[in-house]
């Protein structure tokens, strides 16, 4: 099986002892691609968290997100579907899990697909994004609850 990394650094900006230090970090990848990090405002109030940054749990609902449509995309190229966009609007929602702590409790995909030529019949739809769900790698980590909600699809 493979690896995966990210490097996180952070570093003090001289507040630390007194608590109101800067939550603000850089996830650097071996492709080069660094991106801002920081914890959500919602969770840590500003200037101590970079609302520019992503945050853990925007990055956890992105990742969900995105390996949906990464399977998605192949099992329809698979099909003979010819996908011209795809684009969803995810949200994670934050409550507490059945013992008590704070955690993602539900992520939603709210997909959006267009197709060229041929389109899938909403029972195919439902399909491709059941095999989708049930192949993505980070669903499979994860104990949330992963919906989508899917219109039958748009128009390309």
């Known amino acids: 099986m493979s690896r995966h990394g990210a490097e ?4 003090s900006d001289g507040e630390f002892t007194a608590g109101s230090y800067s939550r603000a970090h850089d996830w650097r990848f071996d492709g080069g691609q ?3 990090g920081s914890s959500s405002p919602a969770v840590v109030r500003e200037p101590m968290s970079d609302p520019f940054g992503v945050d853990p749990e925007e990055a956890l609902v992105a990742s969900a997100s995105s390996c949906h449509m990464l399977w998605f995309l192949d099992l329809a190229r698979r099909a003979g ?3 011209a966009s795809y684009r969803d609007a995810a949200e994670g929602e934050m409550g507490k899990g059945d013992d008590g702590r704070i955690m993602i409790t539900r992520i939603t995909l709210r997909p959006e697909i267009a197709f ?3 389109q899938p019949s909403e029972a195919e739809l439902a399909d491709l994004h059941h095999r989708a769900h049930e ?5 499979n980590s994860l104990r949330t609850e992963i919906v989508v909600e899917a219109p039958a699809t748009v128009d390309g």
Not at 135 to 139: E, G, H, R, T, Y
């Open 8 to 11: 996180i650094v952070w570093s």
């Open 81 to 83: 579907f010819d996908v």
């Open 135 to 139: 192949a993505c790698f980070i669903a």
């Open 34 to 36: 660094t991106v801002r």
């Open 116 to 118: 060229a030529g041929r």
